[in-house]
């Protein structure tokens, strides 16, 4: 089982769609989650923290399930902007540095006009 | 500059050869780390310094690779006798420091894109 898994996509959606991704983790000693965002031929940049309890930041909501090693990434009212590849991202680091970051494939999304 | 700068942005080159790529980190930043992201995959750690030691090299693939940080401040990966599958883009990010303080942030620069023909 690899490391990180997430939804092979691509996704598709009109604008103002609800769209959701998905990852699992097999490392259950894990200690923090990521999502990044990677727009066509540019560098990943980072989206947003995950935590236990689920946090949101304006269109974009994540959530974390540590017993079923699972994340989530949900964003509503998709904008063309959003068109870009969501990796789920997990440190395995236990002293809680940035290093190591594992990647997962990512989803690539694109929402239509 | 402002943020993570590497070059060559493209490098060609033939297999068999040695290639050199060279990465600026943000400044001040102590901790720089090379990842590898090959077409349809995320980016797949390949070393971690902290300051001018390689704290964690255990991302590279195999003795060809070797990567250097002399100064605590721009870091070359270097590659000998390239092969095909070395194809890729070479990523390289910094971050203020390998601790907690922004746990997760990586800043990355554009990327190398190598081609080994």
């Known amino acids: 089982r690899k490391e990180v898994e997430q939804d092979p996509g691509p996704f598709n959606v009109p604008e103002g769609a609800t769209v959701a991704f998905n990852c699992t983790y097999s490392n259950s000693a894990s200690q923090s989650f990521f999502w990044y965002r990677q727009d066509c031929r540019k560098e990943p940049k980072l989206l947003m923290s995950?935590?236990?309890s689920g946090n949101e930041d304006g269109r974009f909501t994540a959530q974390l399930n540590r017993a079923s090693q699972y994340i989530s990434l949900l964003i509503r009212d998709s904008k063309l902007s959003d068109s870009a590849t969501y990796l789920c991202v997990v440190n395995t680091d236990s002293g809680g540095s940035n290093y190591k970051l594992t990647f997962g494939k990512g989803t690539l999304l694109t929402v239509n006009p | 500059g402002a943020g993570v700068s590497q070059t060559p942005s493209n490098k060609v080159t033939e297999k068999g050869k040695y290639v050199e790529l060279r990465c600026d980190p943000i400044?001040?930043?102590?901790?720089l780390y090379w990842y590898r992201q090959s077409l349809g995959q995320g980016p797949e750690f390949l070393i971690y310094?902290?300051?001018?030691?390689?704290?964690?090299d255990s991302g590279l693939p195999n003795d060809r690779f070797f990567a250097v940080r002399p100064e605590g401040s721009v870091s070359t990966l270097k590659i000998q006798r390239t092969e095909r599958g070395d194809s890729a883009m070479y990523l390289c990010a910094s971050s203020p420091r390998g601790g907690s303080l922004s746990p997760g942030e990586l800043f990355f620069g554009e990327g190398s894109r190598l081609t080994v023909l």
């Open positions: 310094f902290q300051g001018t030691g390689a704290a964690d």
């Open positions: 995950v935590y236990s």
């Open positions: 400044s001040g930043h102590t901790a």
